[in-house]
C-alpha cells in the first residue's frame, strides 16, 4: 500500500519549453502534498507544499511564478516548470501523505534535462 | 527553526559488519518524530525506520535499529550484518505535530557497502 507514482520518470527538452510533471497517489488519499529539488548529492530541498482545492505554500526563494502547482484532487498534483532553462534542470521529487503523522510516501522522481 | 544534522558526508562498512550512522536535530518542541530514509542509486526514497518522540523504547526493523536519546536530541541509525544492498544515501528526517507533516530533512550520509 501507499504508492505515488511520478510521471515522467525523464524528460529532455529545450529552453523555453513548459514541463509538467505528474504526482499521483495509487491507493489512499493525499490530503497533502509536497515537491522537492534535489541536486546531485545534496539533500532535498522542499519547493512547496500543496493541500487539495488551495493554493500552495512556496518556500522562500521558491519563485510561483515559475514553478506552478496544482492540487485539483485527492489523489493528483502537478508542478509545472514554466519557460525552464538550463538552470532548471534537476532531480523533483513528490511526496504524499494520508493525515497528519503519517509518514510521507515518495514518487520515484523526474530527472529534468533542459538543453 | 528546526534543524536536522548528519555529522558524517560518507561512511564505509565491510559486509556483514555493523555501522552507526548519526543524526542531531535541534527542536523546542516536545512531539515530534523521526524518521530515516534510504536513497539508492535509483533515487527513490524508501522509508527505513520511524520514531515517535513520546515512545521511549527504540524503534527496530529487521536489521534496522535506531538509539534515540531525546535529552541530547540524538537519532543514530544502526544497521547489522550489512548487505551490498545497503549501500545508498541515508536521510534523517523530523517533523512535528502541527507543521503539517513537513519534512526537516539533515543533508545525508553515503554509505559504502565493502564485499
Known amino acids: 500500500g501507499a504508492v505515488v507514482s511520478q510521471h515522467p520518470s525523464w524528460v529532455i527538452c529545450k529552453s523555453g519549453t513548459s514541463v509538467k510533471i505528474e504526482c499521483r497517489s495509487l491507493d489512499f488519499q493525499a490530503t497533502t502534498m509536497f515537491w522537492y529539488r534535489q541536486f546531485p548529492k545534496q539533500s532535498l530541498m522542499l519547493m512547496a507544499t500543496?493541500?487539495?482545492?488551495?493554493?500552495?505554500?512556496?518556500e522562500q526563494g521558491v519563485e510561483k511564478d515559475k514553478f506552478l502547482i496544482n492540487h485539483a484532487s485527492l489523489t493528483l498534483s502537478t508542478l509545472t516548470v514554466t519557460s525552464a532553462h538550463p538552470e532548471d534542470s534537476s532531480f523533483y521529487i513528490c511526496?504524499?501523505?494520508?493525515?497528519?503523522?503519517?509518514?510521507?510516501?515518495f514518487g520515484d522522481g523526474t530527472r529534468l534535462s533542459i538543453l | 527553526a528546526q534543524t536536522v544534522t548528519q555529522s558524517q558526508p560518507e561512511m564505509s562498512v565491510q559486509e556483514a559488519e555493523t555501522v552507526t550512522l548519526s543524526c542531531t536535530y535541534d527542536?523546542?518542541?516536545?512531539?515530534?518524530?523521526l524518521f530515516w530514509y534510504k536513497q539508492p542509486p535509483s533515487r527513490q526514497m524508501i522509508l527505513v525506520i520511524r520514531q515517535e518522540a513520546y515512545k521511549q523504547q527504540n524503534a527496530t526493523e529487521n536489521r534496522f535499529s535506531v538509539n534515540f536519546q531525546k535529552a541530547a536530541k540524538s537519532f543514530s541509525l544502526k544497521i547489522s550484518d550489512s548487505q551490498l544492498g545497503d549501500a545508498a544515501m541515508y536521510f534523517c528526517a523530523y517533523v512535528y505535530n502541527n507543521a503539517g507533516n513537513m519534512l526537516t530533512f539533515g543533508g545525508g550520509t553515503r554509505l559504502m557497502v565493502k564485499p
Open positions: 511526496s504524499a501523505s494520508s493525515q497528519i503523522n503519517q509518514p510521507q510516501h
Open positions: 527542536t523546542s518542541e516536545s512531539d515530534y518524530y
Open positions: 500543496s493541500n487539495e482545492g488551495s493554493k500552495a505554500t512556496y
